[in-house]
């Protein structure tokens, strides 16, 4: 069965800092991995997605993560974290049939 | 505007009443998706449907019921059997194609907080 474990529940980085949300993931077959956020009282919204190709794959608002088969995981990263970007950011494998499996979600704080 | 649209934003249901969720998607997407969304759980799957007039039962089903009668639009009914139902329901739709057929990503709507009075 497919599962995504996000192991931090809250990260916490200063703004201008780099930010890391940690995603582990658990497939049978090629992984396909994907990043979401949602602010509060919204509904998600894409970041980012990892099909094939290349490690390291580029989102919107200047995310990226990077996937390493190896180790099992697509930790999504930021260079330099803004105020705006605390939001609680979903991970989400491709489960059975065309649907998704989503992590528990982390929430991230950037303090000024 | 392209988007999926879901209403209303709250809602409120009296113990033993069914309430019905609307969601309406202009993208031409052939399948959707019903996500709750509980604290600290993440969200669970409670129907999907890939074409019209066809649904399946995702992972916490009970309790709800869904239809498919056009393209566009997925309504989800909450039934006076799902004995919990206070929660964030999304919706999300998604393209459907045989080429990429597992890379597309979804699309969600706002949500819709569903509060039992």
Known sequence: ?112 | DGGITQSPKYLFRKEGQNVTLSCEQNLNHDAMYWYRQDPGQGLRLIYYSQIVNDFQKGDIAEGYSVSREKKESFPLTVTSAQKNPTAFYLCASRRWTNRDLMNTEAFFGQGTRLTVV
């Open chain 1, 1 to 112: 069965a497919q599962s995504v474990a996000q192991p931090e529940d809250q990260v916490n980085v200063a703004e201008g800092n780099p930010l890391t949300v940690k995603c582990t993931y658990s497939v049978s077959g090629n992984p396909y991995l994907f990043w979401y956020v949602q602010y509060p009282n919204r509904g998600l919204q894409f970041l980012l997605k990892y099909i094939t190709g290349d490690n390291l794959v580029k989102g919107s608002y200047g995310f990226e993560a990077e996937f390493n088969k190896s180790q099992t995981s697509f930790h999504l990263k930021k260079p330099s974290a803004l105020v705006s970007d605390s939001a609680l950011y979903f991970c989400a494998v491709r489960g059975y049939g065309q649907n998704f499996v989503f992590g528990p979600g982390t929430r991230l704080s950037v303090l000024p």
